[in-house]
C-alpha cells in the first residue's frame, strides 16, 4: 500500500480515539500531536503541518453534530481535514472534444514517458481510441522507449526518429490524429525548469494546445514538489498534477500536500513501474484507506454497542452524589458486563486491587441479571429508590410477583449494599469519570477488539 508508514500511524491515532471512553482536551491534544508527528514523518512541509492540526483542534471543539457521538464528530474532523488537505475533490476526467490532448510535462527522470503508457492502458480500458505521440527529442533512446511501451500497451505511436524538432513531428501526423479520441504527448524534461525548457514547452504548448497539460513529478522529493509545482504553473499552463513513485517513498505525503496547496490539482498517481500502476487520484477515498475508515466505523460500532459516554458520566456523577438506587446498580451491571470481568476492571483502580471485594459482586453471573430485571419490574418506586426498605415480607411477594426464588431477591439486595458500599468506598478515590475512563483499557478484552 502506498504510504504504509503514514497510514499505518494514523490509523493508529483514530483507534485511540475510537477506544476512548471520552473526549476531553488531553485526547484531543494527544491526537493532535500525533497527527502532527505522523505528517512531519512523511515528509509534510511544517507550516502546512500546523495549519492543518489547527483546524482539526479548532473545529473538534464544536458541538457534535445531531445524530454523532463526539468521537465520531472527531474522527469526521480528521477525515474531512485531511481530505481537504490533499485536493478536496476527484478529478472527473471530461472528454469534451476529440482527440482530446494530454500532454505530459516535467523534469527528467519524473516518469513523464512510463506515463504515457499507463494513461493510454487507463482510456484503453474505458473504451476510448487512444495513440501515444513522441516529441522527446533530446534524451538519445527516448524515441525507442515510448515505442516500445505503446507496443506493450497496445496503441500506435506516432513518432520521427530523425527529426529534430519537436514542432515539426507534431505537425507530420496531423491527418492522423483525427483517427482517435485521445492523443497522449511526451515531451523532453530538463534536470532543472531552465529558460530552455520553458520555452520549449512553451512552444509546443502553442502550437499543440492541449485540453490537459500535466506535470509529471516524481513524488519521492517529498515536499520541495511544492517548488516544482509552482515553477511549472506559473510557467507553463499546468493544469494538474500526476505523482508518480508513490510506491517507493515514505515522502509521498510531504508530495501531495505541496502540490496541493499550489493549486495545480493532483489528478493521478503512479504506484509502481507497470502500465497498470496508475490510480486516478480520488482525496476522499485516497484519505479513507489512508485512515482505514471502514475499520474505524466497525470499531464505533462496537463501541457503542458497549456503554455510550453520557450513560458513562450520568452514572458517573450520580455515584459521585451518592444517588444512588437499584436502577443505577442495574445499569452498571449492565454495563460492567460488556466491559468484561468485574475483577479485572477493579485491579485498574489504584488502591481497589488491595481492598477485599465479596466474591459475588465481581462475577455477574449469566441468567442472574435477567432475574433482577424481572424482580425490579415487581418492586415499587419506594423500593426500587432505597432497597433498604425492603422487609423479608416484601422480598416473597417480590419473588412471587416475578416468578423468582426469593433467594434471587436476597441476592440482589444484598448486591445493591454492597455496591453502595464500594462507591462510598471510591468516593474518596478521586475523579469518577477518571475511573470510568481507566476501565476502557480493559475493555477490548470483553469487546473483541
Ligand atoms: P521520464 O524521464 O520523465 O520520461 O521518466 P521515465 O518514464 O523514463 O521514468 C524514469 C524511471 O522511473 C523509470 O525507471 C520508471 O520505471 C520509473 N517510474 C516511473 N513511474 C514510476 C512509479 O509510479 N513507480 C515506480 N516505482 N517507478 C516509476
Ligand atoms: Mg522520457
Same mark, same amino acid.
Given at each position: 500500500?502506498?504510504? $504504509? ?16 471512553? +471520552? ?6 491534544? =494527544? ?6 508527528? %505522523?505528517?512531519?514523518? !512523511? ?33 469526521? /474532523?480528521?477525515? &474531512?481535514?485531511?481530505?481537504? *488537505?490533499? &485536493? ?42 487512444? !495513440? ?8 538519445? %533512446?527516448?524515441?525507442?522507449? /515510448? ?25 507530420? +501526423? ?14 523532453? &524534461? ?31 522529493? &517529498? ?8 515553477? *511549472? ?9 500526476? %505523482? ?19 493549486? %495545480? ?13 496508475? =490510480? #486516478? *487520484? ?17 470499531? #464505533?460500532?462496537?463501541?457503542? =454497542?458497549?456503554?455510550?459516554?453520557? $450513560?458513562? $458520566? ?11 438506587? #437499584? ?5 452498571? @451491571? ?7 470481568? #468485574?475483577?479485572?476492571?477493579? $485491579? @485498574?483502580?489504584?488502591? +481497589? ?16 441479571? =435477567? ?26 411477594? /417480590? ?23 464500594? @462507591? ?7 475523579? /469518577? ?13 470483553? *469487546?473483541?477488539?
Amino acid at each position: 500500500m502506498v504510504l $504504509e508508514k503514514l497510514s499505518e500511524s494514523l490509523k493508529n491515532t483514530l483507534q485511540k480515539i475510537a477506544k476512548s471512553m +471520552f473526549v476531553d482536551e488531553k485526547l484531543i491534544n =494527544e491526537l493532535i500531536k500525533d497527527i502532527q508527528r %505522523a505528517l512531519l514523518q !512523511a515528509d509534510v512541509n511544517v507550516k502546512l503541518v500546523f495549519d492543518l492540526t489547527k483546524k482539526i483542534k479548532d473545529r473538534a471543539k464544536e458541538e457534535a453534530p445531531k445524530g454523532l457521538t463526539k468521537k465520531e464528530q472527531l474522527i469526521n /474532523i480528521v477525515y &474531512g481535514e485531511l481530505t481537504d *488537505f490533499l &485536493g478536496k475533490e476527484a478529478y472527473k476526467m471530461d472528454i469534451k472534444e476529440k482527440p482530446f490532448k494530454i500532454m505530459l510535462v516535467g523534469l527528467f527522470g519524473s516518469g513523464k514517458t512510463t506515463t504515457t503508457g499507463k494513461l493510454a492502458r487507463f482510456f484503453l480500458k474505458r473504451g476510448y481510441r487512444v !495513440a501515444l505521440v513522441g516529441l522527446d527529442i533530446h534524451r538519445p %533512446a527516448a524515441m525507442e522507449q /515510448i515505442e516500445q511501451i505503446a507496443k506493450q500497451v497496445g496503441v500506435p505511436c506516432l513518432l520521427n526518429k530523425k527529426e529534430k524538432d519537436p514542432l515539426k513531428i507534431w505537425d507530420e +501526423f496531423k491527418e492522423e490524429y483525427k483517427k482517435y479520441d485521445i492523443l497522449i504527448i511526451d515531451t523532453a &524534461g530538463r534536470d532543472a525548469l531552465s529558460r530552455d525548457l520553458i520555452e520549449e514547452i512553451e512552444n509546443v504548448y502553442n502550437l499543440i494546445k492541449p485540453n490537459e497539460n500535466l506535470l509529471v513529478i516524481s513524488a519521492d522529493i &517529498g515536499q520541495t514538489a511544492q517548488k516544482q509545482a509552482e515553477q *511549472f504553473h506559473k510557467s507553463c499552463h499546468i493544469t494538474g498534477v500526476i %505523482a508518480t513513485k508513490m510506491d517507493g517513498t515514505a515522502k509521498a505525503g510531504g508530495a501531495l500536500s505541496a502540490c496541493a496547496v499550489t493549486g %495545480a490539482p493532483i489528478k493521478f498517481i503512479g504506484v509502481g513501474e507497470k502500465t497498470e500502476d496508475l =490510480e #486516478l *487520484f480520488n482525496p476522499p477515498g485516497f484519505v479513507s484507506r489512508l485512515l482505514g475508515m471502514g475499520d474505524i466505523e466497525a470499531l #464505533l460500532e462496537k463501541a457503542k =454497542e458497549a456503554i455510550t459516554e453520557e $450513560e458513562a $458520566e450520568d452514572l458517573g456523577k450520580k455515584l459521585l452524589k451518592g444517588e444512588f438506587n #437499584l436502577i443505577d446498580l442495574y445499569e452498571q @451491571m449492565v454495563a460492567m458486563k460488556k466491559m468484561g470481568p #468485574l475483577s479485572n476492571i477493579m $485491579e @485498574m483502580i489504584p488502591g +481497589f486491587s488491595q481492598v477485599k471485594m465479596p466474591k459475588e459482586l465481581l462475577q455477574v453471573q449469566e441468567g442472574k441479571l =435477567e432475574k433482577w430485571k424481572h424482580a425490579m419490574d415487581s418492586m415499587t418506586k419506594e423500593e426500587l429508590e432505597d432497597p433498604e426498605v425492603i422487609t423479608t415480607g416484601r422480598i416473597d411477594r /417480590i419473588a412471587k410477583g416475578a416468578g423468582i426464588s426469593p433467594k434471587d431477591v436476597r441476592e440482589l439486595v444484598k448486591q445493591y449494599s454492597v455496591g453502595k458500599k464500594m @462507591m462510598k468506598m471510591m468516593k474518596g478515590k478521586g475523579d /469518577i469519570n477518571k475511573l470510568m475512563k481507566k476501565f476502557q483499557g480493559k475493555m477490548p478484552k470483553g *469487546f473483541g477488539m
